[in-house]
């Protein structure tokens, strides 16, 4: 008898979990699990830094203008109603449309669109975007839904920063709760609002069904951290995450060598160079051109590419992709050459070598890789590297404080101006610290001269003038522009228009469907 028992509480138990396992897959149909590699640094459109901040926030704010799958400014998918450009680009109205509400039921209005632009002005909240918007005279009210912003230059390139990031901010709440508070519980008008924000875990945003244009079609979406790209990859594979965001290249190219890995799979060119930045600053040992040439004749980007990358990336020369016109071929790659390296380090006092630093964030496999790499190549010529390698949000403050001699970055630019791939050499940027000081009168001249010029292919010399000149100085060293692949839950449809340099399927969750 109680073997019976036994037997049917056993079966009972087994269709208990049966039924519990439906439940669950029934409720997961309408969540969408995405990995990023790192934990965002902190939910403040107005001073991240990081890619991983902007995948969080572009779900939870909308832009001001949005930028179509063929690279020009549109209304469509924006809080414009229209704009227009007037007085030769000294000008920039913008019609905002009415309806809109923000995550916490308030009307956005020209009142927000206006604070935000104060805000990245502001000279006490510090972003590091601040230069691209210190040439606005003054931001104009007109009426309740129309904002002018007028500039006291031209400035061509100014509508891809016009478009505040993508993220419009709600003044009222802002104020009420204060910058920290809205780190905190980030609200936008965006497809998804921010739910919660479990540290070292996951972040819970959820489908916002007052959005103002077409409501998301999956209703929750989680972004979980994954510092290890081996569990976020297993995970994958169950099915326990649907997404990974920016896979690495090997791991893209091995799962699609496999079959039968319930993976569809798609890429795209990435408006971005990777790069090694130096501290130039006059108390730093890369101050001297001499051993920053020294350092560039001595790696090896192809080693590099093949290590990390394989066939998905392309070797740079300059920073602009060679995709876009503004592309620079011409400019110094400083191809592998240790004679010459051993050369320039004899004429400037370090015939025998020296040791220094460089540093990567370790919560991204490729990079820590490849000045692992690095590592090896520069000792060919007898400069002893060490690596270090330290969290995030560690690693954004010592190598903004001109800790590290040496350190691996990437840039990502706004589309479709490849303004900002040059802006941070201007000696009063603010990103000019942040990737290790460079001072050019001449190249500040042509920056300034970009903004102004509107004959398109005068302003696409300008843009490889610059680069060539800065790549005579190293004012950094670019290795590539990457090819990014994409592995995701075959149960999931991403539109094939988000599939480009102007339109990323990262940014547009919200058209993603089971």
């Not at 690495?248 to 569809?264: I, M, R, T």
């Not at 920056?447 to 610059?466: F, M, P, S």
């Not at 060539?468 to 075959?490: H, K, Q, R, S, T």
């Amino acid at each position: 008898m109680k073997k019976t028992i036994s037997l049917f509480l056993t079966f009972s138990l087994l269709i208990g979990l049966m039924i519990f396992s439906v439940v669950v897959t029934a409720q997961e149909d309408d969540t969408v699990h995405i990995a990023i590699q790192t934990e965002p640094s902190k939910l403040n459109p107005i001073t991240y830094q990081d890619t991983e901040t902007d995948f969080v926030l572009s779900q939870i704010c909308d832009p001001l203008v949005e930028v179509s799958t063929e690279g020009s400014y549109t209304a469509e998918g924006a809080i414009i109603e229209d704009y227009r450009i007037e007085e030769g680009g000294k000008v920039y109205v913008f019609e905002i449309r009415e309806g809109i509400k923000f995550h916490n039921g308030e009307d956005l209005t020209g009142e927000d669109v206006k604070f935000t632009y104060e805000s990245l002005k502001d000279k006490e909240l510090a972003s590091p975007h601040r230069s691209y918007y210190e040439g606005i005279e003054d931001i104009v009210l007109v009426d309740e839904y129309t904002v002018k912003v007028i500039l006291g230059d031209t400035n061509v390139t100014f509508l891809t920063n016009a478009r505040l990031r993508n993220h419009v901010l709600p003044k009222d709440y802002i104020e009420e709760v204060g910058w920290d508070g809205y780190e905190k519980h980030p609200v936008g008008s965006g497809p998804y609002e921010f739910i919660e924000h479990d540290p070292g875990q996951r972040i819970v945003l959820k489908k916002f069904e007052d959005f103002w244009g077409e409501n998301a079609k999956i209703d929750n979406l989680i972004f979980r951290f994954y510092p290890e790209t081996t569990s976020a990859v297993m995970a994958l594979q169950t099915k326990e995450i649907d997404f990974i965001a920016e896979m690495p290249a090997e791991v893209f190219e091995d799962l699609k060598s496999k079959e039968d890995v319930g993976l569809k799979f798609g890429t795209y060119n990435k408006f971005e160079d990777h790069r090694i930045c130096f501290n130039k600053r006059e108390d730093s040992i890369f101050s001297d051109v001499r051993l920053r040439k020294a350092v560039a004749y001595a790696v090896n980007r192809y080693e590099l590419i093949e290590l990390t990358r394989g066939d998905m990336a392309v070797p740079a020369a300059g920073r602009v992709p060679s995709f876009h016109p503004a592309t620079a071929p011409n400019a110094n790659a400083y191809e592998e050459n240790l004679e010459k390296a051993q050369e320039l380090m004899a004429e400037a006092g370090y015939p025998d070598g020296f040791k220094t630093k460089i540093f990567a964030p370790s919560g991204y496999r490729e990079r820590v890789l490849e000045v692992q790499q690095i590592q090896q190549q520069l000792a060919r010529i007898n400069i002893d590297l060490e690596v270090v390698t330290l969290e995030w949000g560690t690693y954004l403050d010592v190598t903004a404080d001109g800790q590290a001699p040496m350190f691996r970055e990437r840039w990502s630019a706004g589309v479709p101006s490849p303004y900002s791939f040059v802006e941070n050499w201007h000696s009063e940027s603010g990103w000019n610290a942040i990737f290790g000081t460079y001072e050019n009168d001449e190249v500040d001249a042509l920056i300034d001269l970009i903004k102004v010029t509107t004959d398109q292919e005068e302003r696409w010399q300008l843009y490889r003038t610059v680069q060539n000149l800065a790549m005579d100085e190293v004012a950094c060293y670019p290795l590539y522009w990457p090819v990014i692949g994409e592995a995701y839950n075959d149960e999931i449809t991403i539109p094939e228009d988000v599939w480009n340099v102007f339109k990323r399927p990262i940014y547009n969750v919200d058209k993603w469907h089971f």
